[in-house]
């Protein structure tokens, strides 16, 4: 069993940073692959970033080049730097884990944090 908490999260202006974290508890965090998902209402719910225990990463498109995901095994937590934030990455973000990165991002995670707001002013 992995408990996953989220933190960060808050309003900012277009433009602007943060950086969430998500503090893991329980089954050896380093062996899992870990993932942000955002669901903004009336979407569905989308993987933005995803890192295996190897490191290997993955980007949405719309997020790419702005957004960088790391972790810290030591601290058994994962963060997601945001930066140059637009109004459009207003949704509610998840933290995720999976044994691996395919699963994690085909959406097939059995652990998931409580979720933590992140709204982008224009």
């Known amino acids: 069993q992995v408990h996953l908490v989220e933190s960060g999260g808050g309003l900012v202006q277009a433009g602007g940073s943060l950086r969430l974290s998500c503090a893991a508890s329980?089954?050896?965090?380093?062996?899992?692959?870990m993932g942000w998902f955002r669901q903004a209402p009336g979407k569905e719910r989308e993987c933005v970033a995803a890192l295996s225990w190897s490191a290997t990463t993955y980007y949405a498109d719309s997020v790419k080049g702005r957004f960088t995901i790391s972790r810290d095994n030591a601290k058994n937590t994962v963060y997601l730097q945001m930066n140059t934030l637009k109004p459009d990455d207003t949704a509610v973000y998840f933290c995720?884990?999976?044994?691996?990165?395919?699963?994690?991002?085909?959406?097939?995670?059995?652990?998931w944090g409580q979720g933590t707001q992140v709204t982008v002013s224009s």
């Open positions: 995720a884990a999976h044994s691996a990165l395919s699963g994690l991002i085909r959406n097939l995670s059995n652990y």
């Open positions: 329980g089954r050896s965090f380093s062996g899992y692959a």
